[in-house]
C-alpha cells in the first residue's frame, strides 16, 4: 500500500508537467501513465493516448507505468544528430525505461529504445511485449501490411470495419513468411508507420485492425518467453514511428535511409540489360521441349523481347543439377547449346532456380542429407509446393553448394542471368538440426540473406552485370535480401492493381537504380495490360506461346490480335524506357487520389499514367516547374494541348487508363 501511494504522489507531480518531445515534423507525448500519443505536422494528433508500451509478465499485462523521471539530452549517433526524451516509470517491481530519439535529417520520424528491469526479489516471466500500439483516428483508412500468407493478399489495401491481420513475420504456413517490419495506416489528411529497426530478420508481429468505423490500430509485438531475473534488464527491438501526407511511400523511403544509416547495405545496381524486355518460356510449362523455345526465339525477337528465360522444368530433381534427358539427351552439351542459340540471336539468356530447396529423394540429399533444415522435433521442413524440403541457409555446406548452383549455370553453361523462384524465400523456421552447430535456432532465419549475398557474389564474379532476379511468387518481400538481387518483380500477381502498387512499395525500398519486373503480362488485367507496368516504371514481360509449336492451345498463345497489342507496347516501352527514369512517389496519393496516378521524371520530362474503370473530368499534372509544357498521349501519338506548371490541371475522358508525356517547352 505505501508503495502505491509514492507511486501515486508521483504519478500526480508529473501530471501537469510536460513530457514531450518536439521533432521537425514528429512529437511524442507521454502522460502521467507512462501512455503516449504521437503528433504530426502542427501538433496534429494521430489518435488519442494510448498504452502504447506493454509488456505481459507472469501471465499479467502491465500497462500503467507510474511516470518517475525524465529528461532531454542531444545525441549523435549512426542515424544522426539530434535529442532525445528518456522517461522512466514503474509498475509494482518492473522498471520501464523509454528513449524516443528525433534527428534532423529525418524529421517525421521517431526512433524508440525500450527497456524493463526487474528490481524484485523473484524472477519474471516475460511472454510478449508490445512497442509503438497507437490508435488511428479516422472513418476512411487505407494501410500498407507486410505480411507473407498462402492467400497472398494485396500489400496496400483499404480497410474496412472488422479488419484484422496479424502480420506475424515468422512462419505463417509451410511455404509462406517472413516480409519488411514496416506496417503504415493512412487517412485523407496524416499517415502513421511503426516498424523495428533490427539489421536482421525478426519473428515480430505488426498487427492492423479496425475495430470499427471510426478508428484503426497498429502496433509491434514479440512473443517469445523469457525469464527476467532479479536485477537484470530486458532491451525490446528498437522500433520506430514515422508519420506523413499522402501515402505510405515516403515513410517507406525513410525507414530505408535510415536502415542503410544503421549499417543496411545499399541495394545492387543492375546493368542496362537489366531493362530491357523479357521473353519467358513458362507458358510452355514444366513440360516444354527445347524445340518449342528455339522455334520461339525468333518471334521474341521481332516483337523486341531482349531477353530468353528457360523456367522450370530443366532439371530432373529440385536440389540437383542434373538435366532432364528427355530435353537435354547429350546433357551438359545440349544446354550450352540452347544458351548459344539464343546469344546467337543476339538475346540474353536466364535461368530459373528454386535455390535452398531439395527433393528428398534427389541426390544433394543422399549423399548429405544433414544439409536439411529440421524443426524442433526433428523432422525436415517441408516446401509443400516444390514437394521438396529446405536447405538450411546458416549452414556453410548448403552456402557452398548454392555457389557450385551458379558456378554451372552461369559458368559452365553460359546463362547471363538467373531467376531465383519460390514463395519460401522472404521467410524460414528456426533450425534445430544438431549437426549444424547453431548458435541458436533463430540462426536460420537471421543469416537467410547471406545465402542470397552468396549467389548473388558469385553471379557477378562469374558474369560481371549478371542479372539476378527475386520472384518470391506473389508473397512479400523481405527488406533483409534486398541488397543481394538486382531486379524484382510483382511476382505472380493477381490484377494489375498488384502490378502497380508492388512496383510503388518496390520502387520506395529499393531505389530507381533496382530494374522491376511487372512479370509476364498475361498475369494482368485481360491478360494484355502492358501499361501498368509501364506507367510504374516497370520492365516488361511475356510468357506467350506459338500456337503451332504449342501441345495445346492456351490463353498464352500468340493470336494475329495479341500481336498487334504486343508490338505496340513492347515498342512504346523501348521507345520510352520509363523504368531507366525517377519514380515520382510522393506526388500522389494510392489510396485517395482519383483517378489512380503515377509519375516519371526523365530528363526534364515529366510521364503521367492515369488508371481508372471510366474518368471524366479533370485530372491534375503534379511535379512541374513554373514553365510552359506540351502535352501529348504517347499511346497515341495525340497532342492535348499545353499546360503551366508547377500544378496544372487537364480536362480529359478515358477508360482503363491514360498515359501522358509532358515535355517543357
Known amino acids: 500500500m505505501k508503495k502505491l501511494l509514492i507511486a501515486l504522489v508521483i504519478s500526480a507531480a508529473f501530471a501537469g508537467a510536460q513530457t514531450r518531445i518536439d521533432g521537425k515534423s514528429v512529437s511524442v507525448e507521454f502522460d502521467a501513465r507512462m501512455h503516449s500519443r504521437v503528433l504530426a505536422f502542427q501538433n496534429t494528433p494521430i489518435g488519442p493516448m494510448s498504452a502504447s508500451e506493454t509488456i505481459v509478465a507472469n501471465g499479467k499485462t502491465l500497462s500503467e507505468f507510474a511516470l518517475t523521471s525524465q529528461h532531454t539530452e542531444p545525441i549523435h549517433d549512426k542515424i544522426g544528430e539530434g535529442k532525445r526524451l528518456i522517461v ?48 488511428v483516428a479516422g472513418s476512411s483508412l487505407w494501410a500498407f501490411q507486410p505480411g507473407t500468407y498462402e492467400r497472398r493478399p494485396a500489400w496496400i489495401s483499404p480497410l474496412h470495419a472488422g479488419a484484422h491481420q496479424k502480420n506475424f513475420l515468422g512462419m505463417n504456413g509451410s511455404d509462406y513468411g517472413g516480409g519488411t517490419p514496416f506496417a503504415d495506416i493512412w487517412s485523407r489528411s496524416v499517415g502513421i508507420a511503426v516498424g523495428d529497426l533490427e539489421l536482421v530478420g525478426k519473428e515480430v508481429s505488426l498487427p492492423v485492425t479496425l475495430p470499427d468505423a471510426k478508428r484503426a490500430t497498429l502496433a509491434l509485438e514479440y512473443a517469445k518467453t523469457h525469464k527476467l531475473e532479479p536485477g537484470e534488464s530486458l532491451a525490446t527491438f528498437r522500433t520506430f514511428a514515422i508519420v506523413h501526407h499522402g501515402d505510405f511511400y515516403e515513410a517507406l523511403v525513410t525507414y530505408k535511409k535510415i536502415m542503410q544509416r544503421l549499417g543496411q547495405p545499399v541495394s545492387a545496381r543492375a546493368a542496362d540489360a537489366g531493362f530491357r524486355p523479357m521473353w519467358c518460356a513458362w507458358g510452355y510449362g514444366r513440360r516444354f521441349k527445347v524445340e518449342q523455345i528455339e522455334q520461339t526465339i525468333p518471334e521474341a525477337k521481332r516483337l523486341g523481347f531482349e531477353w530468353v528465360t528457360v523456367d522450370d522444368g530443366w532439371q530432373t530433381k529440385y536440389g540437383d543439377l542434373t538435366l532432364n534427358p528427355k530435353k537435354f539427351p547429350r546433357g551438359d552439351a545440349d544446354m550450352k547449346a540452347l544458351v548459344d542459340e539464343i546469344h546467337r540471336q543476339g538475346l540474353k539468356a536466364q535461368l530459373w532456380w528454386s535455390p535452398m530447396s531439395a527433393a528428398a529423394d534427389s541426390e544433394l540429399l543422399k549423399e548429405d542429407p544433414e544439409l536439411v533444415l529440421r524443426n524442433k522435433d526433428g523432422s525436415p521442413q517441408k516446401i509443400s509446393w516444390w514437394n521438396s524440403l529446405y536447405l538450411c541457409p546458416a549452414n556453410n555446406d548448403v552456402i557452398a553448394v548454392q555457389r557450385k548452383f551458379v558456378e554451372k549455370i552461369i559458368g559452365d553453361w553460359g546463362f547471363d542471368g538467373l531467376k531465383l523462384d519460390g514463395q519460401y524465400m522472404n521467410g524460414i523456421p528456426a533450425c534445430y538440426n544438431p549437426a549444424h552447430h547453431h548458435a541458436k535456432p533463430e540462426d536460420s532465419i537471421e543469416q537467410l540473406p547471406q545465402l542470397f549475398k552468396a549467389i548473388y557474389d558469385e553471379a557477378q564474379k562469374l558474369k560481371p552485370g549478371a542479372l539476378v532476379e527475386f520472384c518470391p511468387c506473389g508473397t512479400s518481400y523481405s527488406f533483409f535480401t534486398m541488397p543481394y538481387y538486382n531486379m524484382s518483380v510483382a511476382s505472380d500477381p493477381t490484377s494489375s492493381w498488384q502490378v502497380r502498387t508492388k512496383g510503388k512499395a518496390l520502387k520506395a525500398l529499393l531505389g530507381d537504380g533496382v530494374p522491376y519486373f511487372g512479370d509476364h503480362v498475361e498475369l494482368s488485367d485481360n491478360a494484355t495490360d502492358f501499361a501498368s507496368t509501364i506507367g510504374v516504371g516497370g520492365v516488361v514481360g511475356s510468357q506467350f506461346t506459338l500456337p503451332a509449336v504449342a501441345s495445346r492451345a492456351t490463353q498464352f498463345d500468340l493470336t494475329p490480335a495479341r500481336r498487334k497489342i504486343f508490338e505496340k507496347w513492347v515498342a512504346l516501352y523501348k521507345n520510352k524506357m520509363l523504368s531507366e527514369g525517377v519514380y515520382q512517389g510522393t506526388l500522389y496519393d494510392i489510396g485517395f487520389d482519383r483517378p489512380e496516378a503515377h509519375a516519371i521524371k526523365k530528363g526534364e520530362t515529366m510521364y503521367y499514367g492515369f488508371f481508372a474503370p471510366q474518368f471524366s473530368g479533370k485530372v491534375e499534372l503534379r511535379g512541374l516547374e513554373d514553365r510552359q509544357y506540351k502535352v501529348t498521349d504517347y499511346e497515341n501519338s495525340k497532342v492535348l494541348g499545353t499546360v503551366h506548371g508547377p500544378t496544372a490541371q487537364l480536362q480529359t475522358s478515358f477508360a482503363k487508363h491514360l498515359m501522358l508525356e509532358v515535355e517543357p517547352q
Do not use: R
Not at 528525433?102 to 526479489?121: G, L, M, R, T
Open 88 to 135: 522512466e516509470g514503474k509498475s509494482g517491481d518492473l522498471i520501464k525505461i523509454v528513449a524516443v530519439s528525433v534527428y534532423e535529417e529525418f524529421p517525421a520520424a521517431a526512433v524508440f529504445d525500450v527497456s524493463y528491469k526487474n528490481v524484485a526479489s523473484a524472477p519474471f516471466e516475460i511472454t510478449q511485449w508490445t512497442n509503438n500500439h497507437y490508435d
